[in-house]
């Protein structure tokens, strides 16, 4: 069955510092895999997709993540935080039928 | 840009009531969806659509129901509202194709019942 889980419930950093929010997957074929970004009280913005080619995926807000097949893992990474980014981050499989699984979210808090 | 609009930010009902919640979406997509979010447990979908008059359930549809008469439009209803359906309730829609395309989602509507 497939499935998303971002271990990480809350983390927090201080601002300027360099964030990493895990994520693995649970899916029998080539994954769909999506990061979304969530402001208190609003929807969902994608940040970033991964389909196919190469692993290493740039998205909005300075935002990559990396495929890796092996660990089944899409984690999310950004060099140097800003206070703005706090917020909720979930991950999310495409699978066949366009339904989406996601995680059940990090919520980021940052330092100043 | 795609947009994805619901028609109200905060419902607040009384347990029994009929309650309508409205998505639109202008970008001529396919697919729709309805997902509750509550804490702790993520995103849950309750019910997708990929054409109009088309729907298949999802995870959680007890209690709902939906109606798409029109490509741009997909309604959640709750029949008879009860107090364990206060949540954020969230409206999507994506592209249909030979893979799968992201989904773009509304600002949500915080629904309470009472």
């Known amino acids: 069955a497939q499935s998303v889980t971002q271990p990480d419930i809350h983390i927090t950093v201080s601002e300027g510092a360099s964030l990493e929010l895990r994520c693995n997957y649970s899916?029998?074929?080539?994954?769909?895999l999506f990061w979304y970004v969530q402001s208190p009280g609003q929807g969902l913005q994608l940040l970033l997709k991964y389909f196919s080619g190469d692993t290493l995926v740039q998205g909005i807000k300075g935002f990559e993540a990396e495929f890796k097949r092996s660990q089944s893992s899409f984690n999310l990474r950004k060099p140097s935080v800003h206070w703005s980014d706090a917020a909720e981050y979930l991950c999310a499989v495409g699978a066949y039928g366009n339904q989406f699984y996601f995680g059940t979210g990090t919520s980021l808090t940052v330092i100043p | 840009d795609v947009k994805v609009t619901q028609s109200s930010r905060y419902l607040v009902k009384r347990t029994g009531e009929k309650v309508f919640l409205e998505c639109v979406q202008d970008m001529d997509h396919e697919n729709m969806f309805w997902y509750r979010q509550d804490p702790g447990l993520g995103l849950r979908l309750i019910y997708f659509s990929y054409d109009v008059k088309m729907k298949e359930k999802g995870d959680i549809p007890e209690g709902y129901s939906v109606s798409r008469e029109k490509k741009e439009r997909f309604s959640l209803i709750l029949e008879s509202a009860s107090t364990n359906q206060t949540s954020m309730y969230l409206c999507?829609?994506?592209?249909?194709?030979?893979?799968?395309?992201?989904?773009?989602f509304g600002p949500g509507t915080r629904l309470t019942v009472t």
């Open positions: 899916y029998g074929a080539t994954p769909y």
């Open positions: 999507a829609s994506s592209l249909s194709g030979t893979r799968t395309y992201e989904q773009y």
